[in-house]
């Protein structure tokens, strides 16, 4: 029968050759190879996408599983000598039918929980865009990969309304340009500052009454309307700030001597018994320029003191920066042992950036008003086309256009492959209902409004939601560290679980890192957490995720690891008899060769 | 024809590396009748980086990051140590603290043949105030930092671990006798009301003034009533005295320093001998790689003891024991084959492991975990495994190059060539079984912490892809396509693969994304042992297909 085999045996059979797994192995060598290498360079959503979650790879892991399966169909009848063989063989199948289960039935998210909180949600990867409307809600998932362009998601009836995907940008960067608006929006205004450094042309506008603050290199920018005449009045009033200090201790048990600054510059304090401080010059801008402290007002705001300390055995000078506390307590050679035991330099409650702010009103009145790190300056008028120097630095601000009521739009644009920072998918949704359309752009984690005549439409585009079967009630999150050192050690949920069925008591459960909870076929994990007020953790992150895949998978690993060490157990037996029959060979051919000499 | 050396000179050969192996394990000795009697104070417990440890550790420790080395000018660490600590306006003058990069050198103007500058040149020096600091900001805005900024950034840690240490910060010897197990220093407790750390206070000061005046009898009086009053103080959180002892005992014998150079003479001994039949030499041989052996397994016990943890959490503890799974495979094939080849391939590269481990400038601190490696079992049994894998590939590594310089040397030892590769093939099965059941430990830990046995992260994908690769030579012989050549050829390309795993996929895949110590002259180093490596297969290669006329 051998020798009339049909092609499609033949081919049959060949799936299940070794010549098949060895293509198989090495192609995988590439392919994962090519995989680290994407996720390297682009991304790790790059990666998963394009290799590892595509669908020629899953057909790559069938062809193995099939490889497999063949190989072993192959030995049929199976041999004593070859149940190692197929154990270890089949150990893999069910190691990939178990992963296939994990893939398509299993899910895992994340819960964020606030401190004293409860939930019973769990936020899944996968996006959806969700509708609300007067009597209805509908939820449709949005799978990357796919062409979504003119999609209908779904058909208008009665107070549904219709839903179009005009575009979908999984990865793009939005721009928002400045427009006319309609009476009720807030007033704008187009700007330009040019100087040593900055070219910068931008707007802003007053979002509904309340300033809003624009960064721009160094200076941010505001636009404040103002509600009333007693308001500018007060603005147009300067205010010094606190200003700088600079503390000695001349002994660790001596009272602190503080120098005020700059009303105490080049002035002499006596600072324990015959020493003498002075401070010689102050910087608010300090650059080093060639050895050199020099104040250069375009540099960002770095202040520095020089401070001379006079003994009567000589005097010493030393460089003092408010951000560098450690340097300045280091001190000083005198015989005498009179130390300075700490001397420091502190600042003021510095403003990183110079604020401009434009005071619209009331009526055709414009204010500038500048806030830098030596206090609030005095409100002066400005106009439209009228540019203005800031401090003594050379830089210019004008005023280039003041529209009474403005207004944003928002453009979307794809990123270009390999562009890391601020991307985000977006999808362009049109809404109709009763022959009133509306087309807008939704970033992802976001929410939009809109009025479709005269009923309101909420649209969201989020994270898929699942609902657990029990809630999650946090009672304190804490970072533990080892003793003596900011190293965390341990971060740890205390939580209260309520399984949803009321036959089955609440109870009180702790989950911190490698200790997870197991609950009605879920599993939570400490993930991580977030920092509230005062850089204290005030919720906690866990990972929840339910996984029927993984009895199987832990079964094949059982197998496998019993399948290759029997399997090695034989093939060791083979190796050292086969060893030891070599040396024996060779003992008698060098005896031979000894009795011929 | 066998060929080896006369007789007489195995002797001499011998003798030349029992006195070589003398010479590198021999103390210096310490001799200085008037010397501080600094060494009363190694065994009193500081807590530092989150651990409770010897005196003697930190000083090793401090002095270590901050001057590069244990010793320097005659003078030890306990000496460098409080030498800062009580006598600072000595010390912050001396050039002590190590500058490795020359342009940070010749930016901040200073002497480019010096390799260590003293305390008040760097901090007093205005270039590198300026540069630390915008190096500081930089870093915290998560910007990329110039190498020049990274090295100003570890200068600057290095002199902060200084003035710590002269300000007595850094001092933490005192473990006050409250519910909450705080520790303190001598300069804070100053002004304490309670009585009995104002005696300690007091003994701390005329410890330090002894010190200075170079009284060493009140200095060692007050050393050694300190010792039992700081233990005292709150004997609840005080190390017990047999816990200080071994660390102060691992620190002073250092065991991978000594079992290094073991593994050195053993593996020069069997190859130098060039396989000779002299049974006492191959076993004087063994005797040298056992003792080797033995520092090394009471080194990785000591650590364990000491960390109260499986010494395998980072980069040195992994190199250390990859190193003893490579001997104790090796012993292990050895004694089951008795071949010599094993004993040779695991003495030269486990003293290639330590070599690497003592030598390189990586962590060698026992140090706390981090939450995600802590609290479970999971990080040992999964790490040792692993690194067993591995230590059986790098031994099937030195096997293959036995095989493929046989080729080359000797073409007509094809009975050598023959039985390395049987050898090799017996090893890479080993590793593939330890590699599975590794790669498995991993994923049941994943899902037990994380929740995914699996996720493509680069280090799981790197060692499937190291697996594949080691299964596709297993395949190969198996259908008989690879001989003895591509086996050995290989089997170094499959470690190549097994060192991206290890090695790579941390410092050069991920060189674009974090900012890593070394790892430019990591990926140089890497690339021409990939090349060295190719070269040599393709030489072999080449000799093999037009073998040598007889």
């Keep these: 029968m051998e020798h009339r085999k049909s092609p499609f045996i033949h081919f049959f059979q060949f799936l299940g050759k070794v010549q098949f797994t060895m293509v198989l192995l090495l192609l995988g060598v590439v392919v994962m190879t090519v995989g680290t290498i994407i996720e390297s360079r682009e991304s790790r959503e790059i990666a998963q996408s394009v290799i590892y979650g595509a669908f020629w790879f899953d057909t790559f892991l069938f062809l193995i599983g099939l490889n497999l399966v063949i190989s072993v169909i192959n030995r049929i009848p199976i041999q004593r000598h070859q149940w190692a063989f197929v154990l270890v063989h089949f150990s893999i199948v069910i190691l990939l039918i178990g992963s296939w289960v994990s893939h398509s039935i299993g899910y895992e998210g994340q819960a964020m929980i606030y401190e004293g909180s409860t939930s019973n949600q769990l936020f899944l990867d996968t996006k959806q865009l969700r509708l609300d409307w007067v009597g209805g809600e509908a939820i449709f998932p949005i799978e990357p990969g796919t062409d979504l362009t003119g999609k209908i998601l779904q058909e208008e009836e009665g107070t549904r309304p219709a839903v179009r995907i005009l575009e979908y940008i999984p990865r793009g960067t939005q721009k928002v340009l400045l427009g006319e608006g309609r009476p009720q929006d807030p007033p704008g205004i187009r700007f330009s500052i040019t100087g040593d450094q900055e070219f910068v042309n931008d707007w802003e506008i007053a979002k509904g009454g309340r300033a809003t603050v624009r960064d721009v290199g160094s200076y941010e920018v505001e636009v404040v309307p103002v509600p009333s005449e007693a308001f500018l009045a007060a603005r147009r009033e300067a205010k010094p700030s606190a200003g700088y200090r600079v503390i000695l201790h001349a002994r660790a048990d001596s009272s602190p001597v503080e120098i005020p600054l700059p009303e105490g510059l080049g002035k002499d304090f006596q600072i324990g018994d015959g020493i003498v401080a002075k401070v010689e010059s102050f910087f608010l801008n300090a650059r080093l320029v060639k050895g050199v402290l020099e104040d250069v007002p375009t540099a960002a705001i770095n202040p520095a003191v020089i401070v001379e300390i006079r003994t009567a055995s000589g005097s010493e000078r030393h460089t003092l920066f408010t951000q560098f506390p450690d340097f300045n307590v280091i001190h000083n050679r005198d015989p005498n042992q009179k130390r300075i035991e700490r001397l420091a330099f502190v600042g003021a409650a510095s403003i990183p950036k110079t604020r401009i702010s434009v005071l619209v009103g009331p009526g055709e009145q414009l204010h500038l008003q500048l806030t830098t790190d030596s206090g609030i300056e005095a409100a002066v008028p400005i106009a439209v086309k009228e540019g203005i120097l800031l401090q003594s630095s050379g830089v210019k601000f004008e005023l280039t256009e003041r529209l009474l009521h403005a207004r944003s739009n928002l453009r979307v644009k794809p990123v270009p492959d390999g562009w890391q920072g601020g991307e985000s998918p977006y999808l362009k949704v049109e809404l109709n209902s009763q022959g009133v359309g509306e087309s807008f752009w939704i970033q992802y984690g976001s929410m939009a409004q809109h009025e479709l005549a005269g009923q309101g439409v909420v649209t969201v585009f989020g994270q898929e939601i699942r609902t657990l079967p029990f809630t999650i009630t946090l009672k304190e999150f804490e970072v533990l560290t080892h003793p003596g050192s900011s190293r965390p050690s341990e971060y740890r949920s205390q939580i209260t679980l309520t399984p949803a069925s009321k036959s089955l008591p609440p109870r009180e459960e702790v989950i911190s890192m490698n200790r997870p909870l197991d609950e009605q076929g879920f599993r939570l994990f400490q993930s991580s957490y977030k920092l509230g007020k005062g850089n204290e953790p005030d919720a906690t992150i866990l990972s929840i995720s339910h996984d029927p895949g993984v009895p199987i998978v832990y079964i094949s690993f059982g197998m496998l690891v019993l399948g290759i060490t029997w399997y090695l157990r034989n093939q060791s037996r083979q190796a050292m008899l086969l060893s030891r029959a070599a040396d024996r060979a060779r003992e008698q051919l060098a005896l031979a060769g000894n009795d011929e000499r | 024809m066998k060929k080896s050396f006369p007789a007489p000179l195995h002797g001499i050969l011998f003798g030349v590396l029992l006195l070589l192996c003398a010479l590198t394990l021999a103390l210096p000795a310490s001799a200085e009748g008037d010397k501080l009697p600094l060494e009363e104070t190694r065994d009193w417990a500081v807590l530092a980086d989150g651990r409770v440890k010897p005196l003697q550790t930190f000083a090793n420790e401090t002095v270590l990051s901050v001057v590069g080395r244990k010793k320097i000018d005659g003078l030890n660490a306990l000496e460098i140590f409080w030498g800062y600590a009580l006598s600072p306006e000595d010390f912050k003058g001396r050039p002590l603290i190590r500058i490795e990069s020359p342009t940070l050198k010749e930016a901040l103007e200073f002497d480019a043949g010096a390799r260590r500058f003293s305390f008040d040149d760097i901090m007093g020096s205005l270039q590198f105030q300026e540069l630390a600091r915008s190096a500081m900001d930089r870093q ?90 700081l233990r005292n103080l709150n004997p609840s959180v005080y190390p017990s005295e047999t816990i200080i002892e071994r660390e102060v005992f691992y620190g002073d014998i250092n065991p991978f320093g000594k079992a290094w150079k073991f593994y050195l003479v053993g593996t020069l001994l069997i190859f130098l001998l060039g396989f000779s039949t002299k049974r006492w030499l191959y076993i004087s041989a063994l005797a040298l790689l056992g003792l080797g052996f033995a520092c090394h397994t009471m080194g990785v016990g000591l650590r364990w003891y000491i960390g109260g943890r499986a010494p395998v959490s980072n980069m040195y503890e992994s190199l250390i024991f990859m190193g003893w799974g490579i001997m104790a495979i090796g012993f292990v094939q050895e004694a089951i084959y008795k071949k010599r080849f094993f004993a040779l391939a695991g003495g030269l590269m486990s003293f290639i492991c330590l070599a690497f481990s003592e030598n390189l400038p990586i962590d060698s601190s026992i140090s706390p975990l981090v939450p995600v490696l802590a609290h479970t079992s999971w990080l040992a049994i999964h790490v040792m495994t692993i690194m067993l894998s591995y230590s059986a590939f790098a031994l099937a590594m030195i096997l293959a190059h036995f095989a493929l310089f046989t080729q080359l040397w000797r073409p007509n030892r094809t009975d050598l060539v023959q039985s390395l590769a049987l050898l090799l093939y017996n090893t890479l099965q080993v590793g593939l079984l330890f590699l599975a059941a590794g790669i498995i430990c991993g994923a049941v830990w994943a899902n037990e912490s994380w929740g995914r046995y699996w996720g493509w992260d680069p280090k799981e994908t790197w060692s499937l892809i190291t697996f594949f690769i080691y299964l596709a030579i297993v395949h190969g012989r198996f259908a008989g396509w690879l001989e003895e050549f591509g086996l050995a050829a290989s089997s170094i390309i499959g470690f190549l693969s097994v060192i991206m795993t290890y090695y790579g996929v941390n410092f050069i895949l991920a060189a674009g994304m974090h900012s890593y110590g070394f790892s430019e002259g990591g990926q140089f180093w890497m690339l021409t042992f990939t090349l060295l490596e190719l070269g040599v297969i393709a030489i072999a290669f080449v000799r093999h297909r037009r073998p040598a006329a007889p």
């Design chain 2, 140 to 229: 915290r805005d998560d910007m990329d930092l110039t190498s020049m900024e990274k090295d100003a950034l570890s200068v600057y840690s290095k002199a902060t671990r200084v003035s710590d240490l002269m300000r007595g910060d850094s001092l933490t010897i005192i473990p006050l006798p409250d519910r909450e197990g705080n520790w303190s220093t001598p300069r804070a407790i100053q002004a304490s009301p309670d009585a009995k750390t104002q005696t300690i206070s007091g003994k701390f000061a005329a410890m330090a003034m002894a010190y200075n005046k170079g009284n060493v009898e009140v200095f060692r009086s007050s050393a050694i009533e300190l010792r039992s009053d």
